[in-house]
């Protein structure tokens, strides 16, 4: 069974800075779409970022030029680097396997990134 496993969240001033991560377990990372997701109290999960498995990448208007995703495909592993966060960045964030445009497995716990002075 292929897990999903966040971290790096944390407490963070404005304007300040956090990296992400996310371990995937099993095969399925290695030749597929991997996104970034966040969910903010009382919002509906959203697209924040997306990466193939060449690096090509893509991100939502929210967050470009601010955060940047790169994945290591040896170690199954992609990042989520967030710059110049602001207090509406705060949200549990997620990672998935991107498939058909959807995310694909079960979510797993996320991390919670909290954007506060």
């Known amino acids: 069974q292929v897990q999903l496993v966040e971290s790096g969240g944390g407490l963070v001033q404005p304007g300040g800075s956090l990296r992400l991560s996310c371990a995937a377990s099993?095969?399925?990372?290695?030749?597929?779409?991997m996104g970034w997701y966040r969910q903010a109290p009382g919002k509906q999960r959203e697209f924040i970022a997306s990466?193939?498995?060449?690096?090509?990448?893509n991100y939502a208007d929210s967050v470009k030029g601010r955060f940047t995703i790169s994945r290591d495909n040896a170690k199954n592993t992609v990042y989520l680097q967030m710059n110049s966060l602001n207090p509406e960045d705060t949200a549990l964030y997620y990672c998935?396997?991107?498939?058909?445009?959807?995310?694909?497995?079960?979510w797993g716990q996320g991390t919670q990134v909290t954007v506060s002075s």
């Open positions: 998935n396997v991107v498939i058909g445009g959807r995310p694909y497995l079960s």
């Open positions: 099993g095969s399925i990372f290695s030749s597929n779409l």
């Open positions: 990466i193939f498995y060449s690096g090509t990448a």
